[in-house]
Every structure is written in structure tokens, then in C-alpha cells.
């Protein structure tokens, strides 16, 4: 089925869905049991439990040795980059760059999506090409944009201290040889599962309390549905579950969106994927500028009117793009508290770092 045409279906479907909510709101005449009854309708709190990973049982062990190779820089091969230098927890989890600097000081080709609620994402990456976080954390360490390492190097660099190997056996009991790439993947996807930011205001205008919104909130909520933006930031992570071509109406322009990557397409090579991406997921939004897969906005207003524009074809004015802003700002969570893991001591055995050049 045509992404496009689908899309703009659900986005009519939309509009006639709650358009009388916008029009009490603006008559002064704001209902505040009916705009919730709607936002259920589109999206779900965030849970105050660790969520379930498929095929991945979160435990302790997992998760604490997880935390410590989020944070290991001796798994990239300059011994520099660890998973928290593009997904920085103190910053929202991502690195508030246009695009990340990896191995060789080289620039990647598209903006760090942030690590936080990333668990209930349809998948990983701007382009959906990971199914889970496992995989997800498997692509940065090999990519030579990025850690430029190798599997066999980081179980090396692994094995070459008693104390990870102490806490893989721990962390994956049974197993004859626990120190492996995939089990490195599966204790940092169990970790990451704990990223989670719940009681944000708006989960908790959700869960019943009228006043925690203002006047201005309630009707950037009721636009945001209204105007059709809830059609594919929805959910959970109020986005992050379906994919969407960027410029269903009106394409932005280059520096927006540049001829040269054409998101989905490179993964299904579906003519129908060329420029659709995975919808952003919005929790936490003000925390994680610059927006948008080329990381080119820095204003979140800006990015609003962008998608207006390009999305549903619509021109807002400035006090309905203020309202949505504001309605964006109420996602912001609770973040985790991370304690830094003090790491084991390299020894004689463990891999030296490879100098900073790109490509070696």
C-alpha cells in the first residue's frame, strides 16, 4: 500500500476525530474529561516498570554489566567512544549535535536519536534497520564512522578482564562460553530497557490531574491531534512506531532533506520508502535539539512549523505553533538516575588502542 495515501487517510480520519475539542478550546469552553478521553485514544503513559525485552529476560546481572559497557569506551578501538558519548545520559541521551563524531573524527551521516524510552520504539535507527536495541547495539561498534571495531576485537578486550568475565557467567548462567558479542548486545539492550522517563506532566493529565497542564497546553494537545500531527506520533513514545515520507504535501528543502539519503528506501529498496523515515519519537523533545534526521533545527517552534508545512500542508500561525510547542514540552519525564560504574583495569592482554585516523 502507497505510504503517502495511507497517511493522508489517517490523517482526514483525524481531523474529523477531534476537531470539536479545538473549537471548545478556542471558544473558551475547554472540556478537560473530553480532550483526555481523545489523547487516550491516540497515546499511552509511560510505565513506572521496566518493560519486557522479547527473547531477553531483564535481570540484575544483565542490567548492571550492561550499564558498564554502555559506558565502556575500550570496546571502540580507540578506546574513546563508548555508547554514552553519542547517547549521553546527562543529556537527554543523545549528544545535541547536527550529526555525531565517531572514529577518526568523523562526522555521521545523521543525528543521534536519543536512547531514552528507545525500548518502545518499532525498531532502531532513523531507517528501521535494526528490529531491536540488540541489534541496535551491535552497529555503532563495527561501524568505522564510529567505533570502527571488530566483534572478535571487543570479546578480546573483554576476556582480557577477570572481571567482565566474572560478570558475563553471572549475568548469563549456564552458558559454556558467556563472554560473546551477542551476550556484550543483550546486556546493553537489557540495560537500555531501564532508560525509561515516566510521570512526564502530560502522562500525568493522562492519568486524571486536570491543573497540571496550563490553558495554552491543553490547546497545544488539542492542535497536535487536531491538526493531524497525532496520526504518526502516537503511542508510548508519541512517535517512533510506523514510518512516514518526509514531505507527504511539500518537501523541506536540501539542507532538511538531502537528495542523497533517501531513508527506508536503503533498507527495503521499496520505491515507495524514498525519503520515509521512522516517525521521532517526541518524549522528552526538549531535551534532545537539534530535530529531524540531518540534526539542521535547533528551535523546537521552528521544527513545528516545518512539519506543519512539509507534513500536513498546513501554515500555523505562531500562537497555534507556540501551543504545540508548549503541549511538547509537557513530555518530559523523569530521567533515570545513573551512578557511573567504576570499569575494570585493562591488563597485559587486553588490546591496545588504535590511533585516531579515519579508516585505520
Same mark, same amino acid.
Given at each position: ?39 487516550n ?9 521496566v ?22 569506551t ?39 536519536? *536519543? ?8 525498531? &532502531? $535507527?532513523?531507517? +528501521?534497520?535494526a !528490529?531491536? =536495541?540488540? %541489534? /541496535? ?44 558479542f551477542d ?10 530497557? *531501564? ?7 502530560f502522562? &500525568? $493529565?493522562?492519568? +486524571?490531574?486536570d !491543573?497540571? =497542564?496550563? %490553558? /495554552? ?36 528543502g ?16 521499496t ?76 591488563t ?13
Open positions: 500500500m502507497n505510504t503517502a495515501r495511507t497517511f493522508i487517510r489517517l490523517l482526514g480520519a483525524s481531523a474529523l476525530c477531534v476537531g470539536f475539542i479545538t473549537s471548545a478550546l478556542a471558544a473558551g469552553q475547554g472540556d478537560d474529561a473530553a480532550l483526555r478521553k481523545a489523547a485514544d491516540y497515546f499511552e503513559v509511560v510505565p513506572s516498570a518493560p519486557a525485552v522479547k527473547g531477553n529476560p531483564v535481570t540484575h546481572e544483565k542490567v548492571e554489566l550492561g550499564k558498564m559497557l554502555f559506558f565502556e575500550r570496546i571502540s578501538s580507540s578506546a574513546l567512544i563508548s555508547c554514552n558519548t553519542c547517547h549521553n545520559l546527562g543529556m537527554g541521551g543523545d549528544d545535541n549535535l547536527e550529526t555525531s563524531i565517531g572514529h577518526g573524527w568523523q562526522k555521521g551521516p545523521r543525528n543521534a536519536p *536519543t536512547v531514552l524510552n528507545a525500548v518502545f520504539n518499532i525498531a &532502531q $535507527f532513523w531507517d +528501521g534497520r !528490529a531491536d =536495541l540488540k %541489534a /541496535q547495539a551491535k552497529g555503532p561498534v563495527q561501524a568505522g564512522v564510529e567505533m570502527a571495531s571488530t566483534p572478535d576485537r571487543v570479546v578480546t578486550t573483554l576476556k582480557s578482564m577477570p572481571e567482565y568475565v566474572d560478570r558475563f557467567t553471572k549475568a548469563f548462567p549456564g552458558e559454556k562460553d558467556p563472554v560473546t551476550n556484550m548486545a543483550k546486556a546493553i539492550e537489557a540495560f537500555e530497557a *531501564t532508560l525509561i522517563t515516566p510521570a512526564s506532566r502522562d &500525568q $493529565f493522562l492519568e +486524571g490531574n !491543573a497540571i =497542564l496550563t %490553558a /495554552q497546553e491543553k490547546e497545544g494537545l488539542a492542535l497536535f491531534m487536531d491538526s493531524g500531527c497525532a496520526s504518526c506520533h502516537n503511542g508510548v513514545n508519541v512517535g517512533g512506531n510506523g514510518y512516514y515520507p518526509f514531505g507527504v504535501v511539500e518537501k523541506p536540501s539542507d532538511i532533506l538531502p537528495a542523497n539519503d533517501k531513508g527506508r528506501f536503503a533498507v527495503t529498496h520505491a515507495d520508502d524514498d525519503y520515509v523515515f521512522r516517525a521521532g519519537p517526541l518524549r522528552n523533545i526538549e531535551l534532545t535539539a537539534p530535530y529531524f534526521h540531518t540534526g539542521k533545527v535547533w528551535n523546537l517552534e521552528q521544527a513545528v512549523g516545518i512539519m506543519a508545512t512539509s507534513q500536513l500542508g498546513t501554515e500555523l500561525d505562531d500562537k497555534s505553533i507556540a501551543a504545540i510547542a508548549a503541549f511538547l514540552r509537557t513530555l518530559t519525564g523523569e530521567e533515570p538516575q545513573i551512578v557511573y560504574p567504576i570499569l575494570p583495569v585493562s597485559e592482554s587486553t588490546p591496545r588502542p588504535k590511533e585516531m585516523i579515519a579508516n585505520k
